[in-house]
């Protein structure tokens, strides 16, 4: 399954820093963190879609505390 959410980050480096952890996580197929237009992009196992979105969205409040994912 592969969703697109607005997002909220400051800066380009946090933006790929949070994109590298989010790849790294069992069952993600692809992240995709853009700080320019502040979209996320994520495609996962689609029976556990939800459950690494919420994975995704703590790794990456952990490198960048004002990550925000809008929409979920």
């Not at 697109?4 to 480096?13: G, L, P, S």
């Amino acid at each position: 399954m592969k969703k697109k959410f607005e997002c909220e980050i400051d800066c380009a480096n946090c933006a790929a820093l949070v994109q590298d952890a989010i790849n790294k996580i069992e069952g993600v197929q692809s992240a995709k963190v853009n700080f320019l237009m502040q979209k996320f992009t994520l495609e996962a196992e689609d029976a556990r879609f939800e459950e690494i979105l919420t994975e995704a969205i703590r790794i990456g409040k952990t490198i960048e505390p004002d990550f925000k994912v809008l929409g979920v």
